[in-house]
């Protein structure tokens, strides 16, 4: 499995203070936001050479990241390395004894299928695998899942 870094996380509290800091002190470009409404969750990216962060806003007091935030405060929520073959990834890590998330991709962000490998498996990181839309056997459309809560 060959699997380069995507984007990393980032779980935001005061969305305003956040962009204030990406945006406006750091001069990053910041892209629409993504209304990801079965996770109750807004996504702001921000590219920032081959890789973006993900600037996660909960958008009600029950989501993931509303969760992650009061338990954890914010700050870094995920890392996540898109590979060509999300099916190949998983059968990998799951042969090499990984504790897994999501056992099958789902619909994710930006059209994508992904799946979670629990932090336990991945020395205390949630691990998130991105397979591209359009990329080999990526034909179920995302609807942008691409939080997940680990309690």
Known sequence: MKAVLDHIGIAV??????????????????????????????????????????????????????????KRGPGLHHITLRVDDIEAALAQLKAHGAKLIDQKPRPGAEGSLVAFVHPASAHGVLVELKQAAGAAGSSRPGNNDDTMDTK
């Not at 203070?17 to 470009?29: H, K, P, T």
């Not at 702001?44 to 993900?54: D, I, T």
């Open 13 to 70: 509290k005061d969305l305003s203070a956040a962009l204030a800091f990406y945006r406006d002190a750091l001069g990053l470009d910041i892209e629409a936001p993504e209304e990801v409404a079965s996770q109750r969750v807004r996504a702001h990216f921000v590219p920032v050479g081959e890789a973006k962060l993900e600037l996660l806003e909960a958008t009600a007091a029950d989501s993931p990241i509303a969760k992650y935030v009061d």
